[in-house]
């Protein structure tokens, strides 16, 4: 059963500092790897494919890397919108696998 | 302009049936899989169900195999979700989205079921 660990847990940022969310795969999934942002009483957006491949419209300011079992989502430069839940999502196979999520809360 | 939108959820009994529907615009459901995800109240996001983009094969994660059945309707543009045996642990938003290639591009705004006596 794949397991998909996101940390830390809760993340406190101010405001223009960059914040760094971490993903790790319990099996390997290559670079078969999405992150997303949900806001309270939204649906999630998806921000990063293919683990590193900003989906359109997604500002500059958000980058992920990694590949096999380890991923990072960086934000530079924290704007008000920013501050949100952040979920990593595997597809390595049919059976698709999110994280617990990284909440990003404003310090 | 790309529209998904969720309808059907309510309040049902456990042991109950609800069937849940998703209508599409802006793309055919024939361009992709399309998938039903889940998201418990303050928890996260569980993907439920996938339907392929030519209508099959279908998946479904084990905590609902053998309760639920996903289909779609190519003429409404429509996908569902049949949920029988409903219980408590099933009550969610639950969201319909497409699947690109695995990740989910498009997502719609839900639709709450709750199962409660």
């Known amino acids: 059963e794949m397991v998909m660990t996101q940390s830390p847990a809760t993340l406190s940022v101010s405001p223009g500092e960059s914040a760094t969310l971490s993903c790790r795969a319990s099996q390997p999934v290559d670079f078969n790897l999405a992150w997303y942002q949900q806001k309270p009483g939204q649906s999630p957006r998806l921000l990063i494919y293919g683990a590193s491949t900003r989906a359109t419209g997604v500002p500059a300011r958000f980058s992920g890397s990694g590949s096999w079992t380890d991923f990072t989502l960086t934000i530079s430069s924290l704007q008000s919108e920013d501050f949100a839940v952040y979920y990593c999502?595997?597809?390595?196979?049919?059976?698709?696998?999110f994280g617990q999520g990284t909440k990003l809360e404003i310090k | 302009e790309v529209q998904l939108l969720e309808s059907g959820g309510n309040l049902v009994q456990p042991g109950g049936s609800l069937r849940l529907s998703c209508a599409v615009s802006?793309?055919?459901?024939?361009?992709?899989?399309m998938r039903w995800v889940r998201q418990a109240p303050g928890k996260g996001l569980e993907w439920v169900a996938v339907i392929g983009d030519s209508g099959g094969p279908t998946y479904y994660a084990d905590s609902v195999e053998g309760r639920f059945i996903v289909s779609r309707d190519i003429s409404r543009s429509t996908l569902y979700l049949q949920m029988d045996s409903l219980r408590a642990e099933d009550t969610a938003v639950y969201y319909c989205?497409?699947?690109?290639?695995?990740?989910?591009?498009?997502w719609g705004q839900g639709t709450l079921v709750t199962v409660s006596s």
């Open positions: 989205a497409n699947d690109v290639r695995g990740y989910y591009h498009y």
């Open positions: 999502q595997e597809y390595n196979n049919w059976r698709h696998t």
């Open positions: 802006g793309f055919s459901i024939r361009t992709y899989a």
